[in-house]
Nanobody, 121 residues
Framework: VQLQASGGGLVQAGDSLRLSCAAS????????MGWIRQAPGKEREFVAA????????MCADSVKGRFTISRDIGKSTVYLQMNSLKPEDTAVYYC???????????????WGQGTHLTVSS
């Protein structure tokens, strides 16, 4: 499985942005996809995940109410809609996935390249 993330950039606080992650290869229907981020000097942090089979979602408390994860089955793509962005959302965002059911993203087996998001105050 290959994951291709895109959509990062430089925005101002309060802005919105959408990240995309396209999956290719032997994905099937039983897997979980999501996003993990790493801010400068900090450890990686779970952001959000979605079950490909039943679209159940899970989000970190730090982004609840601001970020929404969704999927497009036909495009094998997961989206992370980020609203009301804050400077503390600045990080490298990694798309990740694992095979299986449920909505827990960990431990991820597949990783995409990171996409950078910078939120200026």
């Amino acid at each position: 499985v290959q994951l291709q993330a895109s959509g990062g950039g430089l925005v101002q606080a309060g802005d919105s942005l959408r990240l995309s992650c396209a999956a290719s290869g032997r994905t099937g229907s039983r897997y979980v996809m999501g996003w993990i981020r790493q801010a400068p000097g900090k450890e990686r942090e779970f952001v959000a995940a979605i079950s490909w089979s039943d679209s159940r979602t899970m989000c970190a408390d730090s982004v609840k109410g601001r970020f929404t994860i969704s999927r497009d089955i036909g495009k094998s793509t997961v989206y992370l809609q980020m609203n009301s962005l804050k400077p503390e959302d600045t990080a490298v965002y990694y798309c990740a996935a694992r095979s299986g059911l449920g909505v827990d993203l960990f431990p991820p087996k597949y990783w995409g390249q990171g996409t950078h998001l910078t939120v200026s105050s």
